[in-house]
């Protein structure tokens, strides 16, 4: 008579080393882990804010007529300009003290204030913190920054939370991001953590 061996399962010591390992490699990736998520508010922040400049100044290229990028405090009617504000408006017309009006919907009579587009600091970016060299951008029906500064705009995104930034004599995990708008009214992003040399560098 035939007899099959019987199955054999984990032993416990088995189990315990299988945990132990796995263990040790989720207590190893989780430090790289947390970089990653930190950096990505950084990014999604940054990303977020280029592309509102970038509306702003193809919208005044498109209409012909001044456009402003603003960072405020709050997108509520009681809204003030901030150098530190993660919250950002596009419209024609200033929006301070107005920014919960609808943006503007070209089909129908136009408000007042004629915001086009914003965005809120609560959209996936909790850890961002933006410092910018000024809190408006105005641009011309050329593209250009109205009036002239005296030197390219800065918009500085960091993650304190994360940690401090990565430079070009300091390394770290963590990854600051800058916008840059030139005076022609140029935008581009870039990595402080490479020199001015590189195509990533600021």
């Not at 609560?122 to 009036?147: E, Y």
């Given at each position: 008579m035939l007899t099959l061996p019987a199955n054999r399962g984990f032993s416990l010591i088995e189990l315990m080393v299988a945990v132990a390992v796995f263990a040790i490699l989720i207590f190893a990736a989780l430090?790289?882990?947390?970089?990653?998520?930190?950096?990505?508010?950084i990014r999604t922040e940054a990303e977020a804010m280029q592309n509102g400049v970038q509306l702003a100044r193809g919208e005044a290229v498109r209409t012909n007529t001044n456009v402003r990028f603003q960072l405020v405090d709050t997108l509520t009617n009681g809204c003030v300009l901030s150098t530190t504000g993660k919250n950002w408006v596009v419209s024609m017309d200033d929006p301070?003290?107005?920014c919960a009006t609808t943006p503007w919907d070209q089909v129908s009579a136009p408000p007042a204030v004629r915001i086009?587009?914003?965005?809120?600091?609560?959209?996936?970016?909790?850890?961002?913190?933006?410092t910018a060299s000024q809190s408006t951008i105005v641009f011309n029906g050329l593209g250009?920054?109205?009036?002239?500064?005296?030197?390219?705009?800065?918009?500085?995104?960091?993650?304190p939370t994360g940690g401090t930034c990565a430079?070009?004599?300091?390394?770290s995990p963590i990854h600051c991001l800058r916008i840059v708008v030139s005076t022609g009214g140029q935008v581009r992003m870039c990595d402080i953590a490479y020199p001015s040399t590189d195509p990533q560098g600021c």
């Amino acid at each position: 008579m035939l007899t099959l061996p019987a199955n054999r399962g984990f032993s416990l010591i088995e189990l315990m080393v299988a945990v132990a390992v796995f263990a040790i490699l989720i207590f190893a990736a989780l430090p790289g882990f947390m970089s990653w998520i930190q950096n990505t508010q950084i990014r999604t922040e940054a990303e977020a804010m280029q592309n509102g400049v970038q509306l702003a100044r193809g919208e005044a290229v498109r209409t012909n007529t001044n456009v402003r990028f603003q960072l405020v405090d709050t997108l509520t009617n009681g809204c003030v300009l901030s150098t530190t504000g993660k919250n950002w408006v596009v419209s024609m017309d200033d929006p301070t003290s107005a920014c919960a009006t609808t943006p503007w919907d070209q089909v129908s009579a136009p408000p007042a204030v004629r915001i086009l587009q914003w965005r809120s600091s609560i959209d996936g970016t909790r850890n961002a913190v933006v410092t910018a060299s000024q809190s408006t951008i105005v641009f011309n029906g050329l593209g250009r920054v109205t009036p002239v500064p005296g030197a390219n705009i800065t918009i500085d995104i960091t993650n304190p939370t994360g940690g401090t930034c990565a430079t070009t004599s300091t390394p770290s995990p963590i990854h600051c991001l800058r916008i840059v708008v030139s005076t022609g009214g140029q935008v581009r992003m870039c990595d402080i953590a490479y020199p001015s040399t590189d195509p990533q560098g600021c």
